[in-house]
């Protein structure tokens, strides 16, 4: 209940959607202390500020504290793309933390989040500028495949928010056939399944199954098994539908 009080003050305090999300996140912290009792933020990092975050050139890994507060600036950024603050995208995301990190480490960086937005805006070139080094591509996918899961958990997904999206994915440096295939698992038209695989319809019955490995092989589990459990989720998903995309331009063929 704290949660939705937080995020209908935030709004009236003048800050709009952004106000209302920042609320929604403190008040699912206070809710998580309220059931679990007094709780340190993970790793002793609650003072982390996002100067540390984005400024420490010298760092060649990101640390976990940091990459979680980038994740969660992300999924804020989609959160507010096309103007309307979802209560499913709300609660999309804070499960997907909750699943990935615990309760308390997520309620830990939903309250660091918080306190340095106030002070400092929330840039997706700066975020993903900053994780480029520091991260796999696959990862890069994967984060991709979270926030496009974040943007279809109302139900549908806006033009604003495929704009926001193609816009990380350019910043993440991921190709454009990379991005319309992750996109064509949300995002269902007639061709989809042929997107999925990255080729055309034209594609030779040898091509659609060279693409298959291809595509099964890019999106195989093995390459996340040192995530946290929701990103291994997350490229059991897409390898599953790489499978069903295989499995329905073949049934159309009768191969």
Request: charged share 25%; proline share 2%.
């Amino acid at each position: 209940m704290v949660k939705y009080i937080g995020a209908v003050v935030g709004w009236f305090l003048g800050r709009g959607f952004f106000g209302a999300v920042i609320g929604y996140f403190i008040g699912s912290a206070i809710d998580g202390l309220l059931k679990q009792g007094t709780a340190s933020p993970a790793g002793g990092r609650g003072g982390r500020s996002f100067r540390d975050v984005f400024e420490n050139a010298t760092q060649s890994t990101v640390s976990p504290g940091d990459f979680e507060l980038n994740l969660l600036s992300l999924a804020s950024i989609v959160i507010k793309a096309d103007g309307t603050v979802s209560q499913n995208e709300l609660d999309y995301a804070r499960q997907y933390f909750v699943r990935a990190y615990g309760k308390e480490r997520a309620n830990a960086t939903f309250r660091t989040f918080n306190d340095v937005v106030k002070s400092r805006e929330v840039s997706a070139s700066r975020i993903c500028t900053y994780l480029n080094t520091r991260t796999r591509y696959e990862v890069r996918l994967q984060i991709l495949h979270f926030l496009f899961g974040i943007a279809q958990s109302d139900g549908q997904i806006s033009s604003p928010e495929v704009d926001v999206l193609g816009k990380i994915a350019g910043h993440f440096r991921i190709n454009l056939q990379d991005f319309e295939s992750i996109k064509a698992m949300f995002i269902k038209k007639a061709d989809s399944a042929y997107k999925i695989l990255e080729i055309d319809k034209t594609a030779t019955d040898s091509e659609v199954k060279r693409a298959f490995r291809t595509m099964a092989k890019k999106y195989h589990p093995d390459k996340l098994q040192h995530m946290d459990e929701a990103y291994r989720q997350g490229a059991e998903d897409k390898f599953r539908m790489v499978q069903e995309a295989y499995e329905t331009i073949q049934k159309e063929r009768g191969m």
